[in-house]
């Protein structure tokens, strides 16, 4: 993934909403939770599942539809059983209306 890439407009999700987008090959995935932005890999640690596409997200917590492993969007740590791995977190910037993602992790 370059430094920073684009992801979406801000207007691309609403609150509570999710997506996948591919950034330089990998699959991403966007959660909003009221106007703050958060991104992971897209793929449940588990098995094989999107998160961004078929994940439920509730606050910042998504759950993986397939065995109800739960991840927090803010951190990516695994919250439950069957997920002991937790996701990889990419930080996210909002600038002029649009979502950019870049591989850096963000102190908290
Ligand atoms: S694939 Fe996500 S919990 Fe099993």
């Given at each position: 993934?370059?430094?920073?890439?684009?992801?979406?407009?801000?207007?691309?999700?609403?609150?509570?909403?999710?997506?996948?987008?591919?950034?330089?090959?990998?699959?991403?995935?966007?959660?909003?939770?009221?106007?703050?932005?958060y991104a992971t890999a897209d793929t449940c640690t588990h098995e094989k599942w999107s998160l961004g596409e078929e994940g439920d997200l509730d606050g910042f917590e998504i759950t993986c539809t397939l065995h109800n492993a739960r991840f927090d969007v803010?951190?990516?740590?695994?919250?439950?059983?069957?997920?002991?791995?937790?996701?990889?977190?990419y930080s996210t910037i909002v600038e002029d209306g649009r979502v950019y993602v870049a591989p850096a992790e963000v102190s908290a």
């Open positions: 993934m370059a430094e920073r890439s684009f992801a979406c407009e801000v207007d691309d999700l609403d609150d509570g909403d999710t997506m996948t987008v591919e950034l330089g090959g990998l699959p991403v995935a966007l959660y909003r939770v009221g106007d703050e932005f803010r951190d990516g740590k695994a919250l439950c059983f069957p997920a002991t791995v937790d996701l990889k977190r």
